[in-house]
């Protein structure tokens, strides 16, 4: 009987992740039929079945289940030994953290997150809510900081709500003012998330112009926080954007608050099932607190 292998836990995952055979090989960039095999190797080793077969998607049995948050830390310390033994070579050996985060939370909420996680090795990484859950789910990452949430998941909780505010050019006629209404922006073009990239985050730019009877005009829709501030300060546009990121200077921008806005904006840390290295609390506590001391505490 063969020995259980970092490949066939690797296709495990992605499978059970993907809920499909032929997803999970996209996302390994592996043809099928290897990702099959492995997993089927795996189950004749474990003498159990891991997924039922349907037409269209693949289901977890209770043996997978049982499996998944053990396979995930398996997997995690297999692809840390080369950094372990780099790391007692040169004497700082420290627990490894990986970490993402969407682009709202790179102004600021992330340094309030690196600073929690000071005594550990942290890696970083970034990406849309969809992409980060994924790896979470897949083993690739420890922790992410996203702007969606799953009411069902006990290692996933919503942090804090954010207000919007107004992101403009420093020479925009509004600039000067203490707030900026909905009336005043209606009839400037904004700058946005694609919907496909962030719906939370178009969804409650749209529904700030539904709510006050207005048309929201766009002039540019893209895929990341830097790229909507980089085109607000060449004029393209205003914006609506989280506290958080107004929080910060960003050159040739002016932020405003959004008279009458409501804490809306969800910051969700989402963890591995199960929560194996109890970032959880840890986290939840830290950026509790940097909210607080940024004037943005409301959950």
């Known amino acids: 009987m063969s020995e259980v292998s970092l490949k066939q836990l690797r296709c495990f995952l992605a499978v059970y992740a993907e809920r499909s055979f032929t997803k999970a090989a996209k996302s390994l ?36 289940r049982g499996l998944y948050p053990e396979a995930l830390e398996l997997r995690r310390r297999a692809e840390s030994l080369p950094q372990l033994i780099a790391e007692t070579r040169d004497g700082t050996k420290t627990q ?32 849309n809510s969809s992409d980060l859950t994924r790896a979470v789910d897949n083993g690739d990452i420890d922790v992410c900081l996203i702007r969606e949430f799953s009411s069902h ?15 403009m050019p420093d020479n925009h006629r509004l600039s000067g ?21 962030a719906p939370v985050a178009f969804d409650l730019v749209a529904s700030v112009f539904i709510e006050a009877g207005r048309t929201m005009t766009t002039s540019a829709q893209v895929s990341n926080e830097q790229a909507i501030l980089g ?20 050159k040739g921008v002016t932020f405003a608050p959004l008279a009458g806005a409501k804490n809306t904006y969800p910051l969700t840390i989402r963890t591995a099932p199960g929560d194996p290295l109890g970032l959880l609390s840890t986290l939840t506590d830290a950026l509790r607190s940097w909210a607080s001391g940024h004037e943005l505490a409301n959950w």
């Open 29 to 64: 960039h592996m043809a099928q039929s290897p990702v099959s095999q492995a997993v089927a190797s795996l189950e004749r080793h474990l003498g159990e079945r891991l997924f039922e077969r349907g037409n269209r998607e693949v289901t977890p049995t209770a043996a997978a």
């Open 96 to 127: 490894r953290i990986r970490i993402g985060g969407v682009s709202s939370t790179f102004p600021a909420i992330m340094a309030g997150a690196l600073e929690a996680l000071a005594s550990y090795s942290v890696i970083v990484s970034d990406g």
């Open 153 to 167: 998941r006990a290692d996933e909780r919503i942090v804090l709500r954010e207000r919007l505010c107004v992101a």
């Open 177 to 197: 003012k203490s707030a900026v209404s909905v009336d005043d922006i209606a009839a400037e073009p904004i700058v946005l998330f694609r919907r496909t990239a």
């Open 231 to 250: 085109l607000v300060a060449a004029e393209t546009g205003i914006s609506l954007v989280p506290e958080s990121v107004g929080s910060q200077p960003w």
